[in-house]
């Protein structure tokens, strides 16, 4: 069975900072990989996914993720985060998508 | 373009009744659509999968009876919650596929069965 995890619940960093948001997985084979954006009382926003190729995956709104089989993670990284980046951020494995329990990147000035 | 409408964005129902709720891709044939349900402050769970024409494949734990799900076009699929209770409250959330393994997600509805 695949699972997702997302050690950190909430996070907060200073407008400017450099984020990481952690993602580790479990899978039996080679994963598709998501990163998600979900503001208040809204739907989701897809920021990357990775499929296969290159292991570091660009994104939306200068997110980027790095996908580690040996550590079975896919980090999600911006190295100057934006008060707007504040949101709820889910990583998710596929195929069949399962999501991660999200983590809340609060962002203060 | 992948967009995808959720109607409605938010709705209040009484306890006993059923309400429905539309998916619809507005700029592509979405032969798979997903529902999935929100609990506030948690994950996403994936209620059930449809594909366009067939009966929906729900997951475990989920009551078919409770939550119907149509598929009935490659644009439209709704889920009516039937004898909907406070329970039932919750955050519905679709997506759709085109074939791929990218979904692209509805805005959501904020379902309150008082």
């Known amino acids: 069975a695949q699972s997702v995890t997302q050690p950190d619940i909430h996070i907060t960093v200073s407008e400017g900072a450099s984020l990481e948001l952690r993602c580790n997985y479990s899978?039996?084979?080679?994963?598709?990989l998501f990163w998600y954006v979900q503001s208040p009382g809204q739907g989701l926003q897809l920021l990357l996914k990775y499929f296969s190729g290159d292991t570091l995956v660009q994104g939306i709104k200068g997110f980027e993720a790095e996908f580690k089989r040996s550590q079975s993670s896919f980090n999600l990284r911006k190295p100057s985060v934006h008060w707007s980046d504040a949101a709820e951020y889910f990583c998710a494995v596929g195929p069949g998508v399962t999501f991660g329990t999200g983590t809340k990147l609060q962002v203060i000035p | 373009g992948a967009v995808v409408s959720q109607h409605p964005s938010r709705v209040i129902c009484k306890s006993g009744t059923s309400v429905k709720i539309e998916c619809r891709s507005l700029?592509?044939?979405?032969?798979?659509m997903f529902w999935y349900r929100q609990f506030p402050k948690q994950s996403l769970m994936l209620m059930a999968t449809s594909n366009e024409g067939s009966k929906a494949t729900y997951e475990q734990g989920v009551e078919k009876d409770k939550f119907l799900i149509n598929h009935a076009s490659l644009t439209l699929s709704t889920l009516t919650v039937t004898s909907a209770h406070p329970e039932d409250s919750s955050f519905y959330i679709c997506?759709?596929?085109?074939?791929?393994?990218?979904?692209?997600f509805g805005p959501g509805t904020r379902l309150t069965v008082t």
């Open positions: 899978y039996g084979a080679t994963p598709y």
């Open positions: 997506s759709a596929s085109a074939g791929g393994l990218e979904q692209y």
């Open positions: 700029d592509f044939q979405a032969t798979t």
